[in-house]
T-cell receptor
Framework: DGGITQSPKYLFRKEGQNVTLSCEQN?????MYWYRQDPGQGLRLIYY???????QKGDIAEGYSVSREKKESFPLTVTSAQKNPTAFYLC?????????????FGPGTRLTVL | AQSVSQHNHHVILSEAASLELGCNYS??????LFWYVQYPGQHLQLLLK??????LVKGIKGFEAEFIKSKFSFNLRKPSVQWSDTAEYFC?????????????FGSGTRLQVQP
């Protein structure tokens, strides 16, 4: 059963701590993306990666970091430098590197900073 | 940089009413356009997309959207909504000739259909 998995579903973090969100896909997609969803603001792009060992900053990359060591995995680290990390985080993937291909989304991780 | 505006933030309709959700984008070049839907507790999923050709595109569950290039719009329509259409709807755009791979999303429209 192909798809995108994100874990955990809910995550709580104390201020000042880094936390890593997992994203795995078995769709054999080349491109992967991280978005942040806030009420009334839609989805905003944090980072994206077109191929293994390469990634680019999105519109709101400050306070976040990523790695892409394997095609199927694209973990996101929310660092203590992120001023307002409480949000719903969505991972997505798409075929190839053609711009604008349909993106498939995971179920999301809701991060709450206490 | 491209941006997407969805002017209706919250829409409440009765079952069988017609639906039109507005979407406007700001980019003068060639675009790919999408509507995604997020049902309560479910993944964001694709409703329909426009890449080229017939500007009237049909999607799943009876939805359709019309691309009007002169108005920079891609409005979503459905002639008769059902209670099960209650969800949040997102318009998204990709500017094909910018090299940007990711999508730019609008702020979303929350649709509530009353039985």
């Amino acid at each position: 059963d192909g798809g995108i998995t994100q874990s955990p579903k809910y995550l709580f973090r104390k201020e000042g701590q880094n936390v890593t969100l997992s994203c795995e896909q078995n769709l054999n997609h080349d491109a992967m993306y991280w978005y942040r969803q806030d009420p009334g603001q839609g989805l905003r792009l944090i980072y994206y990666s077109q191929i293994v060992n390469d990634f680019q900053k999105g519109d709101i990359a400050e306070g976040y970091s990523v790695s892409r060591e394997k095609k199927e995995s694209f973990p996101l680290t929310v660092t203590s430098a992120q001023k307002n990390p409480t949000a719903f985080y969505l991972c997505a993937s798409s075929i190839g590197t053609v711009p604008g291909n349909e993106q498939f989304f995971g179920p999301g991780t809701r991060l709450t900073v206490l | 940089a491209q941006s997407v505006s969805q002017h209706n933030h919250h829409v409440i309709l009765s079952e069988a009413a017609s639906l039109e959700l507005g979407c406007n984008y700001s980019y003068g070049g060639t675009v790919n356009l999408f509507w995604y839907v997020q049902y309560p507790g479910q993944h964001l999923q694709l409703l329909l997309k426009y890449f080229s050709g017939d500007p009237l595109v049909k999607g799943i569950k009876g939805f359709e959207a019309e691309f009007i290039k002169s108005k920079f719009s891609f409005n979503l329509r459905k002639p008769s909504v059902q209670w099960s259409d209650t969800a949040e709807y997102f318009c998204a755009v990709n500017a094909r000739d910018t090299g940007r791979r990711a999508l730019t999303f609008g702020s979303g429209t929350r649709l509530q259909v009353q039985p």
